[in-house]
């Protein structure tokens, strides 16, 4: 496969799983009427973003892997013939709970999943108390391992992992042929503008950096649309959207603001060689010494 042409949903999401579910598969739909073999959704795209309290009821909207979305998400996998990266808040037992991305592919169903690695425990985004971080283990399906598709091998990082080089490195080290981050994240409403434009750049940012520093292509579907706080503790969540699907030195491909949208491009699956031929990172890695990188803080 020299080009993919690949496309990611930006929406809105609601309490209400069904009409968040539609709205995605209406963007997985017009994404295949235009070609697309691969299929990006954000992070949590079936529920509102519950984790802006801390609510024990609220583990209720958590489903087995293969619960009504996944099965729902395979359906349209197997009727479109693409490949969809959806996500789901997955009870695996009774008291495990994890933030899952599963990859649906064609008429094969589910092939893989990833369970987010990196759970940020801050104001607005108290995930800590709904999930369980991923197992470590190099195993297929656990940690930082691609999913091997019909499309190539995704290296599928979920939001707070964004902001870790280590997980993109990982993953393109495993032999990952493209980063794919589903994402919720948004400003404070009561926030000044200049410190959320900071905000947005620097998320931007790190992201670009991982397709630069692993020279692979990235994309990026993040929510979009105003969430208030269940318990109205705060003014809700802004989602910023900004949305992208970038090349290997970190080119904007597509770019979406703040509305609802769909995104596609045809990806070069050539470019990460002759990228990576020119700036061979791999190769110049100095493994022998970075030995401390498993210690929390040199002290």
Not at 139 to 157: A, D, W
Not at 187 to 198: H, I, V
Not at 213 to 230: Q, Y
């Amino acid at each position: 496969m020299t080009h993919l042409r690949a496309g990611l949903v930006q929406q809105p999401a609601w309490p209400d799983k069904q009409k968040s579910l539609a709205a995605s598969a209406e963007g997985i739909r017009a994404l295949a009427a235009d070609g697309a073999r691969l299929v990006l959704l954000q992070e949590l795209h079936a529920t509102h973003y519950f984790c802006q309290t801390e609510d024990a009821d609220l583990f209720d909207l958590a489903e087995p892997l293969d619960g009504p979305t996944t099965t729902c998400l395979a359906a349209l996998a197997a009727e479109l013939d693409i490949v969809i990266v959806g996500s789901i808040f997955e009870r695996r037992a009774a008291g495990v709970y994890h933030n899952t991305a599963v990859v649906l592919d064609g008429k094969k169903g589910r092939v893989g999943h990833y369970r987010k690695m990196h759970i940020p425990d801050d104001p607005g985004f108290y995930e800590k108390f709904y999930f369980t971080p991923g197992d470590a283990a190099q195993q297929e399906g656990l940690g930082f391992t691609p999913v091997e598709t019909s499309v190539g091998r995704l290296g599928i990082l979920v939001c707070w992992d964004q902001w870790y080089p280590e997980a993109a490195r990982l993953m393109a080290l495993a032999g990952a042929d493209i980063l794919l981050y589903p994402t919720a994240i948004g400003w404070d409403p009561d926030e000044e503008d200049g410190e959320n434009q900071r905000q947005l750049d620097a998320w931007t940012l790190i992201q670009r950096s991982h397709a630069v520093a692993n020279g692979l292509p990235v994309m990026v579907a993040n929510r979009t649309g105003h969430e208030a706080a269940p318990d109205q503790s705060s003014a809700g969540i802004r989602f910023w959207g900004g949305s992208f699907i970038a090349g290997p030195q970190g080119e904007f491909l597509e770019y979406a603001g703040e509305e609802p949208t769909t995104l596609i491009t045809d990806i070069s699956m050539a470019r990460s060689e002759q990228v990576r031929r020119m700036w061979p990172y791999l190769r110049d890695r100095r493994v022998d010494a970075y030995g401390h990188l498993t210690r929390r803080y040199i002290d």
